[in-house]
């Protein structure tokens, strides 16, 4: 996106001695440097090359950004002297010879220096780890290593890293963070000065000319950087309720009758389930459609496609479509505007919508690595839009294996490709979600025991991916080899349909522990469901994702800042992955404050080390004291009603506070507070007096009526739990 900049009176104060004056130049053109305020703490600096005429370069069209009006505070073309200029909260010192411009805090702290070479480099400051950068490529702190920024699934690292979405935002944790916005480059981190350049690549012409656009934010906490970062690029958008519920995924069917008789078997078991997501006919022998691309059922799979999707919805299903072949010129600002163009996307859509229409909650579009990145973004734009052009107040949603900064905007989540069912991609996996929350959307998953097999895949394997993707935004199992997927499917004594080569031991084919400890993480998820979706509306609101680096909330620890092998689930969870086979302690670190076990209710003091013995049910889960935690009942799907109330748990040494929201998980309403069954349920915890109280949160416009009723308890207190019913005023309860 261009960035119309109006006239503005310009001041800036030299500093130093007259000197003769020095053209402002880049890649060996003259140019005009521009610094502008986006907003109190983030700066944009942009260095625009004149043409052969002496105009300024354009640059490219860009959706990437939202509207930005920047308030310019110098534009110069000729340097004689270091000028300074104030924005927002920041300070800009630029001097010539080479260009630099150094960005300091109010108290005169510098907070980045770039320094921009004639070859289109720039160079910056990377004292202290840095994180972000998107998905894929070495982690956790990026520094030490060369990042190209490619994108797709890219050897050597794709079997253990996943695809690779490398966004050029980085997040130091000493107090800065950047976006560079265009040209698109390279990040040399090998050195203690991080390097940005242009890709140089033999046998090719040099990129084409274009203005260097960069974003500087001041870091004061963690948060600023997230909050900076979609005020750029948009904020994200709620996905749908039963999103955050269990979705297994099919690849090859036996006919028509499978998909229920799966169905079915969930239903019958007990195994909580949202959605059912079908592979399409290529990548498989029998998918849902008939070919790659197309969107025409398989006669052989969905013989009576209404029907079919009737008979799943029926039983409480969600029925998602997989999609691939998108066309590498997609393009389009919106699916509402008028175009002949075959590749728009308001025409690219058309064709789904007679699918659409027989009752497809969400799509899987695929693939997509050759998309440029406006390609990318619309194909993410495309769904949502064409989506909401046929249900206009039902919140769209598709999950898909590319993007950029941006796609936030349109409701798209990624998952991580298709990686090896290895020790090694689940132990990776973990710092690549953490750095991907970071710098991409709030939402992520995997293929839940990788999606190729190789002779690791076990059934331990597979469990401790399982609880690790329960806390995960996106929890689906998928893979070759799928019935391996189910949660039963490690004890059937046969596979199903293999798809490679490699044929699994028989011995792990009647593996009875399997199921029982998948249930039991998978009745967690939807337990945790208030708390889950209290951290999507948080995600939405502010950016900070659910899945957190312990640096968001302890900057100033070393000990957290540099761990990538665990993370925080929202404020109040400490999550640390089992990543090692044969595994029976868990060494972690336990931030500063006391920490609750969330299995034994032990109680234990942080800021060290700590061996957690572990069994194959056991993740380590920790919850932080003065945390509220909400649990719901078990349900079987995310929108089944339930009799028993929400319990409120309490871990006591601390004081502490919870805000519950909640809506109809459908809807548009959330954006503007029209949905009447929105509720903002204000807990707070008063530790010294041993009292909760629970009053209406000032975000909720009016109490939608009836009560709400409540378990009370408090972790280590012995006493049964309260039951308390809130009807919209204020209560308190003394434990």
């Known amino acids: 996106m261009t960035h119309r900049v109006l ?146 699934q890219v050897a050597p690292l794709l079997a253990t890293h996943g695809g690779t979405i490398l966004v050029p935002f980085l997040i130091g944790t000493d107090g800065w963070a950047l976006f560079v916005h265009r040209p698109f480059g390279e990040f040399d981190l090998r050195d203690r000065m991080g390097r940005f350049q242009l890709p140089q690549r033999k046998g090719k012409d040099p990129p084409p000319k274009e203005p260097f656009e960069i974003y500087v934010i001041r870091v004061s906490e963690p948060a600023d950087a997230l909050a900076e970062y979609y005020r750029l690029t948009g904020r994200p958008v709620m996905p749908p309720k039963w999103v955050l519920g269990y979705m297994q995924s099919h690849r090859t069917l036996a006919g028509p009758d499978e998909p229920l008789q799966i169905a079915r078997t969930f239903r019958e078991k007990k195994l909580p389930c949202d959605a059912l997501i079908y592979l399409g006919t290529g990548y498989c022998p029998a998918g849902w459609n008939v070919g790659h691309g197309t969107l025409e059922f398989n006669p052989k799979t969905f013989d009576r496609p209404k029907e079919n999707l009737q008979a799943l919805h029926d039983r409480n299903f969600k029925i998602v479509l997989h999609k691939n072949r998108a066309p590498r010129n997609l393009t389009g600002a919106s699916v509402n505007e008028r175009s002949d163009d075959p590749l728009h996307i308001r ?26 990145i406006e390609a990318r973004l619309a194909r993410h734009r495309c769904y949502c839009e064409g989506s909401l052009q046929e249900r206009p107040n039902e919140r769209p949603w598709s999950f898909h294996r590319n993007g950029y900064a941006g796609v936030q905007r349109y409701g798209g989540w990624i998952w991580s490709g298709d990686v090896q069912s290895r020790w090694a991609t689940l132990a990776a996996h973990v710092p690549v979600g953490v750095n991907y929350s970071l710098s991409l959307t709030p939402f992520w998953g995997t293929d839940i025991g990788g999606f190729v097999p ?22 689906r199992s998928h893979g070759r080899t799928w019935k391996l997927r189910l949660p039963w499917g490690w004890n059937m004594g046969e596979p199903g349909p293999v798809e490679t080569n490699l044929q699994p031991d028989p011995a792990e084919l009647k593996n009875a522990e399997v199921e029982p400890i998948c249930k039991k993480y998978l009745e967690l998820r939807y337990r945790l469901l208030p708390y889950n979706y209290t951290l999507v509306r948080e995600a939405c609101d502010t950016g900070l994702p659910p899945m957190r680096a312990l640096w968001l909330h302890y900057p100033r620890d070393p000990d957290a800042v540099r761990l990538g092998d665990e993370y925080l689930w929202g404020r109040d969870l400490l999550v640390a992955p089992v990543t090692a086979k044969g595994a029976t302690e868990r060494k972690l670190y336990l931030p500063d404050g006391d920490w609750y076990d969330f299995w034994t209710n032990e109680k234990h003091t942080g800021k060290r080390e700590l061996t957690r013995k572990v069994d194959l049910a056991t993740l380590p889960l920790y919850v932080r004291a003065g945390a509220i935690l909400p649990l719901d009942p078990v349900r079987q799907y995310t929108a089944e009603s339930v009799t028993e109330p929400t319990t409120i748990r309490v871990y006591p040494g601390a004081d502490g506070t919870f805000t519950v929201y909640d809506d109809d998980g459908r809807s548009l309403g959330y954006r503007d507070g029209t949905d009447p069954t929105t509720v903002w349920i204000k807990f707070h915890w008063d530790d010294k007096a041993r009292r909760l109280t629970v009053e209406p949160d000032p975000r909720m416009k009016k109490w939608p009526g009836g009560v709400r009723e409540f378990a009370v308890e408090i972790v280590g207190g012995g006493a049964k739990p309260k039951r308390v019913e809130f009807r919209g005023e204020r209560l308190m309860v003394e434990l």
């Open 347 to 372: 025409n690219y859509w058309a064709k789904h919508r007679e699918t659409f229409a027989l009752g497809v909650d969400g799509w899987w579009p695929d693939d997509g690595d050759e998309l440029p």
């Open 7 to 152: 006239p503005v009176a310009l001041a800036a104060v030299a500093l130093g001695p007259p000197a003769f004056a020095e053209d402002i130049r880049y890649r060996g053109d003259r140019a005009e440097l521009t610094v502008a305020a986006v907003s109190e703490r983030t700066v944009q600096v942009v260095l625009t090359p004149f043409d052969e005429k002496d105009k300024p370069r354009t640059s490219p069209p860009s959706t990437v950004l939202v509207e930005q009006k920047p308030d310019v505070k110098l534009r110069c073309r000729e340097l004689t002297e270091v000028k300074e200029v104030p924005s927002g909260k920041v300070t800009v010192k630029v001097k010539p010879g080479p260009l630099t411009v150094t960005i300091a805090g109010p108290s005169g702290k510098v907070i980045q220096e770039l320094s921009f070479g004639e070859d289109g480099s720039m160079t910056f400051r990377a004292d202290a780890p840095v994180l972000g950068m998107g998905e894929g490529g070495q982690q956790f702190d990026r520094r030490g290593h060369y990042h190209r920024l490619v994108n797709g």
């Open 454 to 475: 190789t002779r690791e895949f076990t059934g331990e394997l597979y469990v401790r991916w399982f609880q690790f993707a329960a806390f995960n935004p996106l929890f």
